[in-house]
């Protein structure tokens, strides 16, 4: 008898096991193809987003607003929300590998007349303990607390990615903000000087040394400059707004940073971005993304198992007698073995084994697509910040030439050689030139930020 049952569990096993590989067997592999190098020519295994973003962003203020946003920020702060959620539910899906135990407590007074042949009352009492357990024949509880597990630890790469993506909001803004200062820096300075050539021009025109035409030509450009200051002060206004919004504050948050401070371009020539490998280990929306995918595949071992029949062991204990006084000398106990399996379901459990494989495929193709723009993300980054020092240099050697313009131009209208509008051409030029820098600069740090969260730094604790 005992080889029989042997046999049997022996059988059982068999089965189980082997329906864990047909559960998935149509779940394809995801085919990333990926590159040998993120970079052409770049094949270091170092990367910048080893960093820490404390380390990578040295700027004291830019780190205070971090920490800050990190504490703060509504979006983060429903991403540790989602973690929690979804590791009460892995929790939850665990606990289907134990035994449920429930009690029940009853009293009724069953009163019957049969074809009038006189009225009966039957009174029941009842206490039990009911105790159930189903055994995982086929693998369903093991897919679900796989796909439970999958969840949680995608909603922990969700937040990390989360982080990752508040940390560069922030970093960008914080650029957008100083560039903004520095361009109404720019614009001060650059009305300071005009309203010095107005005073100028009009003194040289009261003196007859100058038509008036010049005088009015001075009061044009002190006009036109002073012109820009409320755009840029509304755009610092706006900026600021969003930068209380990522740091989860209301507008009576005082910004404390420097006022007055440049843009100084203290960046590295040379970044490694590392290998093609490093993007799928480090970059927390791929690893989501992975996890979602196992998910996916968990949900067709689901769907695939809950075709079979399910065997369910129950046992019942308690007193069940129709005298409440002489309730606990009566017990009553009861073990069932019961299985329940579906017969005539006219293919809904097929069907849903089959939409489960087509939820794989979008999942898996979601994936593969995600890598692609990962790769695209990562090369565009860092294409943008080569770019951006090249642009750099070229509009740092633009405001040097202008300056140089600007004062032979001063120096040749003092002894009369060209006209006041050559002059005022010549500071036109010199301002252009120093926006144009400041907004280069801005670039560059922003292009920087972006390589950074592109590769996948930001997001450690």
């Avoid at 060209?418 to 926006?435: E, G, M």
């Amino acid at each position: 008898m005992r080889v029989i049952q042997y046999i049997s569990l022996c059988v059982v096993l068999c089965i189980a096991l082997s329906s864990c590989g047909v559960a998935v067997k149509m779940c394809k592999e995801p085919q990333l193809n990926m590159p040998t190098e993120i970079v052409e020519g770049q094949l270091d295994s170092l990367t910048i987003a080893d960093l820490k973003w404390w380390e990578f962003y040295g700027d004291k203020t830019l780190c205070k607003f971090i920490t800050h946003a990190l504490e703060n920020n509504k979006d983060i702060l429903a991403a540790a929300a989602k973690v929690e959620q979804s590791r009460e539910l892995n929790k939850s899906a665990r606990a289907a590998w134990f035994p449920k135990v429930g009690a029940s407590v009853m009293a009724d007074n069953e009163i019957e007349n049969y074809t009038n042949k006189g009225r009966t009352e039957t009174p029941q009492f009842d206490v039990k303990l009911d105790l159930s357990w189903e055994v995982d024949l086929w693998g369903n509880i093991k897919w679900t607390t796989r796909k439970a597990a999958a969840e949680y630890l995608a909603s922990v790469e969700a937040q990390r990615a989360m982080r990752m993506t508040i940390i560069a909001e922030v970093a960008t803004t914080y650029f957008q903000l100083l560039a903004l200062e520095n361009e109404l820096l720019i614009v001060n300075r650059t009305l300071q000087t005009r309203s010095e050539g107005v005073q100028q021009a009009k003194l040289r025109y009261e003196g007859g040394l100058t038509s008036e035409t010049v005088y009015q030509q001075a009061k044009v450009e002190y006009a036109a400059t002073a012109a820009l200051i409320p755009a840029i002060e509304t755009q610092i206004e706006v900026t600021k707004n969003s930068l209380k919004v990522l740091m989860g504050e209301y507008s009576n948050f005082e910004l404390e940073y420097a006022r007055m401070k440049v843009l100084d371009r203290d960046i590295p020539t040379e970044l490694p971005v590392g290998l093609p490998s490093d993007l799928l280990t480090r970059r927390p929306d791929l690893r989501e993304a992975e996890q979602g995918l196992k998910a996916a595949t968990a949900a067709v071992g689901i769907a695939y198992t809950d075709r079979f029949p399910k065997l369910v062991i129950g046992l019942t204990g308690g007193w069940e007698n129709g005298s409440l006084v002489d309730l606990f000398s009566a017990p009553y106990g009861l073990v069932t073995g019961k299985l329940v399996a579906p017969l005539f379901e006219f293919g809904r459990r097929k069907a849903k084994y089959e939409a489960a494989i087509q939820a794989y495929d979008v999942a898996r193709l979601n994936y593969e697509k995600r890598v692609l723009m990962a790769f695209k993300e990562t090369n565009d980054a860092y294409v943008r910040y080569h770019n951006a020092r090249k642009a750099t240099e070229l509009k740092n050697n633009l405001r040097e030439a202008a300056l140089k313009y600007v004062e032979l131009a001063t120096f040749q209208y003092k002894y009369g050689d060209i006209k006041y509008i050559n002059v005022l051409d010549a500071q036109r030029s010199y301002f252009d030139s120093q926006i144009g820098l400041a907004n280069a600069v801005r670039d560059e740090y922003i292009a920087l930020v972006q390589l950074y969260k592109s590769l996948g730094g930001g997001w450690e604790e």
